[in-house]
């Protein structure tokens, strides 16, 4: 069968195709013929607004589930009959992790375990990405070094802790089970509908409002932390390519370059004209209890076996998040109604962060 002919009969299941990588996948399997299928958490408020901005929406198959229900797992399997799982399902924001350890050990962690069980028990052929992730490596992450698929890890964090188990639980239903099952050790991977909880589109979407007046300052934590940070369109198109292979495999995905939290604020304010010393300051209280220093991943493995690299460079990425960001609120203050989340977010002088009166 031809490789179009082949695609077009293939089945899908994402879990968390509400998040950013789960559309920008969806849409990328969508362009390729698949039929998607997509779980989703039940919650008061939909939170669809990415699949919308991508056109997709009805173009998907949403199917209730929750990685804490085993049930649910077994059930949308059952439905959806996947040809590929693609697990991005998580408690992923890291510093949420500290504030909330057990629910983040419980969805990210255990969560994986359940829905690997419920492939093996329901339809062990089926081909499984495991989304992993550079906070793997911690503090084995210093300046001047590179980490790969051998680098030893060192977790920092309890979402990090989490991954280490949903990484070596991949591995061992793909040993012990015979599954295909591979895991994609993604570094920072970044698009205009990245989450506002991270540095980054914190950074676009601040620069944006003060842009416009909307907005007097931006408070952030370590402005020296150093990451590895590439455009999540290519980076999903690597989860694709991996389960496309003959072997499953583990594949560490990123740009091999590092920027700092000061350089993301430079770039950003310079492409509204803004210079960010004018109006960015260190809050302490936004500091982690522990914090990566550096991340820089060394995906040379990934582009001999699956034939990826990266393309869209640092300063290219913070330009179009940016431009993005300004779009948006021009458009909201002209009355405009359309799927976005800034506006529905809660500002930060209302949220109670209940790790800043805790240690030293």
Known sequence: ???????????????GITGQDGALLAQLLLGKGYQV????RRLSTPNFWRLQHLGILSKVSLVPADLIDLASLVEAIRVSDPDEVYNLAAQSFV?????????????TGLGVTRLLEAIRQTKPSVRFYQASTSELYGLNGVEGTMQ????PFQPSSPYAIAKLSAYWTTRVYREGYDIFAANGILFNHESPIRGLEFV????TNAVARIKLGLQDSL???NMDAKRDWGYAPEYVQSMWLMLQQDEPGDFVIATG????VEELCEVAFRCAELRQENYVS???GLLRPIDVKCLCGDSSKAERVLGWSPKVKFAELVELMVDADLRRWKRWKEGETFPWDAVNYPDDVNVVSTMKNRGG
């Open 1 to 15: 069968m031809r490789e179009e002919e082949r695609a077009k009969s293939m089945r899908a299941l994402i879990t």
């Open 37 to 40: 299928f997509g779980t989703y």
């Open 95 to 107: 510093g949420a992790s500290f504030e909330q350890p057990i629910g983040s050990g419980e969805i």
């Open 148 to 151: 790969s698929e051998d680098t």
């Open 200 to 203: 980054t589109r914190k950074v």
């Open 219 to 221: 408070e952030l934590g």
């Open 257 to 260: 370059e590092t920027h700092s």
């Open 282 to 284: 260190v809050d302490k």
